[in-house]
């Protein structure tokens, strides 16, 4: 996705350069196999196309803001948006690109994998802010890359330098905003210029130099190139009204072009100057002039052109990228002698088209016009004054008569403008290029620690609780040094107790006092114990000025709270800026952790914890009589870096806890903590727990094959393995499919299907399935031919699903109240199995109790974890009721209401499951109905996955926090599933498809056989001729098997599990 900052040359708007570029990358992009791109960008004028659907216009009712030069179609500058205008317009422009992505995606089947955007400025922390947005959305693959165009660097640099018209706004603002402080906010930057790296980091010095790169423009060779034009048949069809008059009195032969808009540094007066002198040499040799500006620069640069008394010169306007080429194609030489050209596409422009090119020795075009293709006339220094704007336009004729007397265009050098330009500005090699750059960026090296959760969250081990005191004194130093390089101010917020009391160690002038600003996580009022920790062991030793402390006052808690809220929000940018949802952020939040979870003042499962998600930064405490505040978990978890600090062997079960939780839960706060960069600082006592079993949490969202998680085998995989696919299924926005198999036939048809296209699949057998598996014969009062059943398909799924070479996970389908029997027996297999071989004999087991009481379905199913996690089984549960007719279970009369859950519901199974495992799916009801029906009977809501999923994402802080399951997707729309998939689904049910797909081998078999199949002896080719061949069953199952197989390979399809 790119995100350009002017407009096309479309519906007869002038475009810029940067606007030219952007519509060139995403032409060529969507040219490349396999890539698809699609933009939008800014207009007054223009409107979205209607047979397009791969850019749209962010429509705009002002011109579009321009940093610090003037533009043909705008003189709008973004210092003249008052702060309120400009924020209004950042997140306008977010929710649009959202949305249009969010579309985007819904049509494509996939998710983004890149967004590139333009100018080192709005948009990249535009951009930075929907890569965290949309992480907090659950899509996690996006990264951000930013192209670098010089005006918003040379606005920086004005604002650097004290330029009047460029009072210091946005470069500190900019720095604050963190898109460039490191790699987390832009994942690589390219330029170009050269010159340019060094001022981009000029201004944001702490951006790894190594991702900066130079980026060499391409061109459209398929527009710019030697058109055949000439000046006697073609000239006079671009020019004015009144020029064509006097065009053919004049006698020219030959022209001359300028291409830029009418701004003091492109030095067009230079070049009517010149003209003035060459026009008296060379009296047929005309002058074209192509752009525009705001009026009075049209005014200006016409009434010179008329006082010089040029006879020869004609003002064209601003012309389509076609016009140019024709223009080019019949001049001799382009002229564009611009100071500081920021790079100079028209130059390459001008060679595609075989014409040499003058320009002046500065900016980007000394790093790539050789005197092969043209030259470069030595600057003036003078050149803004009338004096040494006329030496500089001495110097451009003198080189412009070289140029007509050596025949530059036809012999020295327009023959190698062409080929200079193929070999070394094609567009198509500079999005090949960035293309494999955004690839390898796209893999950040793993840091240091010794622990890296699939979260990003960093586990550090030190020795003791003095390891641990120096550990905190090298993450703040660090931080703060990091946060005054990058943005001139280091802001922190801090608890009281043992994690201050460690800064006591800080060694003097580590870091510079008086840019660091001080805050409280936690503060009891009227007591102020924080606030004076903080005095003796960091402020006073340091001498941080006290106006940068910022106390809590007094006060009812609520005041309190709201002024401490509106003092955070009041900071200077650079000092607290706001993250993507109006939350703000500081650089560093250092939090002890308590026995049972706690982080500041928030409590497991307490009112301040399950304020989660609202929006709040600062929150009222009142118990007992005792007020206090302290910041949410929305703020911390806001903030640049968090830094957690456990130690002794009383934290071990909740550091384990919290470690092993990728979402969080109320129970244990610390769980919750997840910012853009946290980091656990332990001792060996407190993480032996977790280290004892660490946790199997690869960072699965890096991976690009289910084949890389660490330990993937083929057969049957369980525990933390089995999880660790699912969660792969859900980073990468595919899902699994279920098919209910009853005998070994369907188990050996769908294991097939599988490794034909090498990917994996789930077996599950339901309760009637399973008996029917063991033989219908046998007494199933008590379910145990079920368990019977369910067990030997398990282990004959285990016998023979490694030959396949395919992981396969083996599940037990509806278990509903009554066949609770038929659960309790598989469960007591698993934990038998379990004390032999380490591991369950199934992967994972459903309960549907969704026909009961909501409080009753949920408390059975917490019951049942309870047992499943001691021998790491996965529990699918499911709320609301899934239609039609299942194993013998009839929902066809239930009401519609019953059909659809509720993100209240939902969430009540994630607070009740979640502080027991992790490992749960939930089925939740969005109109699911078993069996196949009419278009219309039934009416799928998978947008509600959506809400589901947004619910607690906004509690917990997290992105798509659930795993779901698709019931009855049997006979369902491929975009109603494609949805489903975007919004969670891991796992999809499929028996009604495959059963018939099944029978339909067989009676297909038996409609061509016919005549083979009425006896055993006696067919079409004589009466004595035996049938064996055709009524064996291995024939017509095998049939039945091959149409199974296809049917399998379509859901998986379906699903995008498959390469």
Not at 250 to 274: H, M, N, P, Q, S
Not at 538 to 548: A, K, Y
Not at 738 to 744: E, H, K, Q, R, V
């Amino acid at each position: 996705f790119h995100i350009g900052t002017n407009n096309w040359q479309r519906q007869d708007e002038f475009a810029p350069g940067s606007g030219i570029l952007h519509a060139s990358m995403h032409d060529t992009f969507n040219s490349m196999p396999g890539v698809k791109c699609y933009s939008i960008y800014p207009s007054k004028v223009q409107t979205s196309p209607t047979d397009d659907h791969t850019f749209r216009v962010f429509k705009l009712d002002h011109d579009i803001p321009i940093c610090e030069s003037v533009s043909p179609n705008s003189s709008y500058r973004w210092h003249s948006m008052s702060e309120d205008q400009f924020t209004a317009y950042r997140k306008r422009l977010e929710n649009e690109i959202c949305a249009f992505m969010d579309e985007a995606e819904v049509r494509e089947g996939r998710e983004f994998d890149y967004l590139i955007s333009h100018h080192a400025f709005t948009n990249a922390m535009t951009g930075a802010q929907i890569v965290e947005r949309r992480s907090r959305e659950g899509k996690s693959k996006l990264k951000h890359f930013n192209f670098v165009h010089g005006t918003a660097l040379k606005m920086y640099i004005k604002e650097a330098e004290q330029d009047p018209e460029y009072p210091l706004r946005f470069l500190p603002l900019a720095q604050g905003h963190g898109v460039f402080n490191s790699l987390h906010g832009c994942a690589g930057v390219w330029v170009n210029s050269e010159d340019y790296i060094l001022k981009f980091l000029d201004c944001f010095g702490t951006y790894p130099k190594d991702r900066c790169v130079f980026s060499r423009i391409g061109v459209n060779q398929k527009i710019f190139c030697p058109k055949g034009t000439t000046v006697e048949k073609d000239l006079e069809k671009y020019l004015r009204p009144e020029d064509k008059a006097r065009l053919s009195g004049l006698g020219l032969k030959r022209v001359l072009t300028f291409i830029g808009k009418f701004a003091d540094w492109k030095r067009l007066d230079a070049v009517l100057y010149a003209a003035e002198l060459y026009e008296k040499t060379f009296p047929d040799l005309g002058t074209v002039v192509i752009g525009s500006g705001p009026p009075e620069a049209v005014t200006q640069y016409e009434g010179l052109a008329k006082s010089l008394g040029l006879q020869r010169i004609f003002f064209i306007g601003s012309q389509s990228q076609d016009v140019l080429a024709d223009v080019l194609s019949m001049s001799e030489v382009g002229v564009f002698p611009s100071y500081k050209e920021p790079f100079g596409m028209v130059f390459i422009e001008c060679m595609a088209c075989g014409t040499p090119a003058i320009g002046a020795k500065s900016g980007g075009p000394t790093e790539f016009l050789k005197d092969a293709q043209g030259f470069l006339i030595d600057e003036e220094d003078d050149w803004r004054v009338e004096a040494g704007a006329r030496r500089l336009g001495a110097k451009v004729s003198e080189t412009i008569t070289k140029a007509l007397k050596e025949d530059w265009k036809g012999k020295t050098k327009g023959p190698s403008c062409v080929a200079f330009v193929r070999e070394n500005y094609s567009t198509m090699a500079q999005c090949s290029t960035m293309l494999s750059e955004m690839k390898s960026w796209s893999r950040l090296p793993r840091p240091t620690c010794d622990y890296l959760l699939s979260d990003g969250r960093k586990v550090k081990i030190l020795d003791d609780e003095a390891g641990i005191a120096g550990a905190v004194c090298h993450e703040f130093i660090a931080a703060a040094n990091h946060a005054i390089a990058a943005k001139g101010a280091f802001s922190v917020a801090l608890p009281g107790g043992s994690i201050v009391a460690a800064l006591e160690k800080l060694p003097k002038g580590a870091f510079d006092p008086s840019l660091v600003h001080v805050f409280f996580v936690n503060e009891r009022i009227g007591e102020w114990k924080c606030y004076k920790g903080v005095l003796k062991s960091l402020v006073t030793p340091h001498g941080i000025p006290e106006s940068q402390v910022h106390k809590v006052t007094e006060g009812s808690p609520e005041e309190v709270a709201a002024r401490y809220e509106a003092l955070l929000r009041s900071q200077p940018p650079n000092v607290v800026t706001c993250n993507y949802a109006g939350m703000p952020s500081v650089d560093l939040v250092l939090l002890g952790t308590g026995e049972d979870g706690h982080v500041g003042s928030l409590h497991p499962n307490k009112n301040e914890i399950r304020l989660s998600g609202q929006g709040k930064a600062v929150l009222p405490i009142n118990e007992g009589g005792k007020t206090s505040i302290a910041v949410s978990v929305d703020f911390i978890r806001s903030a640049k870096c968090v830094v957690l600090s456990a130690a002794k062997a009383s934290r071990a079960p909740m550091v384990a806890r919290a470690l092993r939780s990728s979402c969080g839960a109320y129970d244990v706060p610390a769980s919750m903590v997840n910012s853009q960069n946290t980091i656990w600082l332990c001792d060996r006592d407190s993480i032996k727990d977790y280290a004892a079993k660490a946790v199997f949490d690869p960072a699965v969202a890096d991976m690009d094959s289910f084949w890389e998680i660490p330990g993937m085998k083929p057969g049957v995989i369980t525990g933390d393995l089995a999880w660790a696919l699912l969660r792969f299924a859900k980073a990468k926005g595919f899902a699994i499919p279920a098919i209910n198999c009853t005998t070994t036939s369907t188990v050996n048809a769908v294991l097939e299907a599988a490794s034909q296209i090498n990917r994996p699949v789930i077996i599950q057998f339901s309760e009637g399935g399973s008996c029917f598996f063991a033989g219908k014969s046998l007494d199933n009062k008590k379910k145990q031919a079920s368990v019977l059943g369910a067990v030997a398909g398990a282990h004959y799924v285990r016998a023979v699903a490694p030959a396949y070479g395919v992981p396969v996970l083996v599940h037990s389908d509806h278990c509903a109240k009554k066949l609770l029997p038929w659960f309790d027996g598989m469960l007591a297999f698993d934990e038998e199995f379990f004390k032999l071989h380490g591991e369950p004999l199934f992967s994972s087991h459903m309960l549907d109790l969704s026909e009961e009481p909501h409080e009753e379905n949920i408390g059975i199913c917490k019951t049942y974890l309870q047992r499943m996690v001691k021998v790491n089984l996965i529990l699918e549960m499911e709320i609301g009721i899934t239609g039609g007719v299942e194993d013998g279970v009839d929902n066809t009369g239930v009401g519609k209401d019953k059909l659809y859950s509720t993100p209240e519901d939902v969430w009540q199974v994630w607070e009740a499951l979640a502080p027991i495992s992790e490992k749960f799916l939930i089925a939740a009801a969005f109109g699911n109905v078993h069996g196949v029906y009419k278009p219309g009977n039934v009416v799928l809501q998978p947008n509600l996955l959506r809400d589901f999923q947004a619910y607690a994402g906004n509690k917990l802080g997290v992105g798509k926090p659930y795993l779901l399951v698709f019931h009855g997707g049997s006979g369902s729309e491929k975009e109603q599933i494609a949805e489903a998939r975007r919004h969670g689904v891991v796992k999809m049910n499929v028996d009604t498809d495959t059963q018939w797909a099944y029978w339909s081998g067989i009676k297909e078999f038996y409609e061509k056989n016919e005549g083979y199949l009425q006896g055993q002896i006696g067919n079409p080719q004589g009466a004595d001729k035996p049938n064996k061949n055709y009524y064996d069953p291995r024939k017509w199952n095998r049939e039945a098997e091959v149409a199974l197989v296809e049917r399998v390979k379509v859901s998986c399809a379906d699903l995008a599990n498959i390469d």
